[in-house]
């Protein structure tokens, strides 16, 4: 079967400088992430050095204020960005999905001295960030995490378990969300740990379905001492900071499902035309140029979605209902075109010789990280019709 390169997405982008920035992103996808990706994936191998290198180039900030070394990209940029290296890798574009939720906490909730003292390494000096909210008994009924922060002179002293954690274990800092005051969601505060503080620890990897290259574990904190000056906003405003912070964290899951819609939807197109049977390509025939038309809607539909979320937040407007709405969308559409895209392979799209069978995979986590897509359409029909009765 001949080769068919997939074709670059037709983006709109708001400005040269953009332009510019996806088509570097772009450069680094296809030399330093695709060749390795299938392979390391296999392995369970994490990449660290891309995500060096993606520092050193100013990838992992751009959100954030260039004051502290961010790149002040709109988040309709940034977000095409993260669909590019989650088209090359998952375990990249979501490892960096996460890495700027970690970094939310400080950069918009944090005073000036925090924000210089820790946001420059953060953003541009190698560091990977981990965001710690899930624990073993609180997941979607995040408020209720038992994680415990006690208040000892001008030190926290952390006590507690979190779970689900990417890059749990070799992160080299947390955002942790902890009880210090009463039950409920008013008594959570947030803090900035670094990765090798006395009494962190991680457990082993869970083994996973897919994205077996990027680390997700259980996280423990055994009477780990922070000093107060890393408390991360006021005390009991930290479930505020935290569904802040999720609000933007959808819409990064919902441009990586898109992400992996598009490379599942290129390698079943450059697959279908170049298959023959009967003596043409099974492109020719009507079933499959169906298939793969549906396919290229529903990314088309998932991308404008979260677009729209992303300009809505750009310009200072609520937009936590559409994020929801995004990400329930998108990887909803990550999970049927993958499928998809296998049953075009047929028998070789349920091998791992071709890459489709790890979209499919991948896809799936997609629709539970974050919030799973039931919590998304609880939270867009509470937007809709207000809170439920009790």
């Not at 035309?273 to 998932?302: C, K, N, V, W, Y």
């Not at 075009?344 to 991948?362: C, I, K, Q, S």
Request: hydrophobic fraction near 40%.
């Amino acid at each position: 079967m001949p080769d068919r390169a997939p074709q670059p997405v037709d983006r709109q982008l708001p400005t040269d400088e953009a332009r510019e920035l996806i088509s570097l992103v772009r450069d680094i996808a296809q030399r330093e992430i695709v060749p390795q990706a299938a392979e390391q994936e296999d392995a369970g191998h994490f990449p660290r050095d891309v995500f060096r290198l993606l520092s050193e180039s100013g990838l992992l900030g751009l959100p954030y204020d260039s004051e502290y070394g961010g790149g002040d990209q709109p988040y309709e940029v940034y977000l095409q960005a993260l669909e590019e290296l989650a088209a090359a890798r998952l375990t990249i574009g979501l490892g960096v999905s996460v890495h700027s939720l970690a970094c939310h906490a400080l950069a918009n909730y944090g005073t000036k001295e925090q924000q210089a003292e820790h946001l420059p390494a953060m953003l541009t000096g190698g560091l990977l960030g981990a965001y710690c909210l899930s624990e073993p008994s609180s997941g979607s009924d995040a408020a209720s995490l038992r994680t415990k922060a006690v208040r000892d002179g001008d030190h926290w002293v952390i006590t507690g378990t979190k779970a689900w954690i990417t890059h749990g274990g070799i992160a080299d800092f947390y955002t942790v969300l902890a009880r210090s005051g009463g039950e409920g969601a008013r008594g959570i505060t947030a803090f900035l740990v670094p990765g090798d503080a006395e009494g962190l620890s991680a457990a082993a990897p869970e083994k996973k379905m897919g994205m077996k290259g990027s680390p997700t574990a259980q996280v423990h904190f055994d009477g780990v001492r922070v000093s107060d000056d890393r408390r991360i906003g006021e005390e009991g405003q930290g479930f505020a900071i935290a569904l802040s912070a999720l609000d933007s964290g959808r819409l990064g899951i919902a441009a990586c499902a898109i992400g992996v819609a598009q490379a599942a939807l290129d390698e079943a197109l450059a697959y279908a035309t170049g298959r023959q049977q009967f003596g043409r390509p099974i492109s020719d025939f009507q079933g499959l140029r169906f298939m793969l038309a549906d396919m290229a809607t529903q990314i088309e539909a998932g991308r404008a979605l979260y677009l729209a979320a992303a300009r809505l937040r750009d310009a200072g407007r609520p937009f936590s209902k559409q994020a929801a709405m995004a990400k329930l969308l998108c990887t909803d559409i990550a999970m049927k075109v993958t499928t998809d895209a296998v049953q075009v392979l047929g028998g070789y799209g349920y091998t791992a010789d071709f890459p489709v069978e790890r979209y499919m995979r991948e896809a799936k986590v997609l629709q539970i990280v974050e919030g799973t897509n039931q919590i998304q359409r609880m939270v867009i029909a509470r937007h809709l019709a207000g809170p439920e009765s009790r």
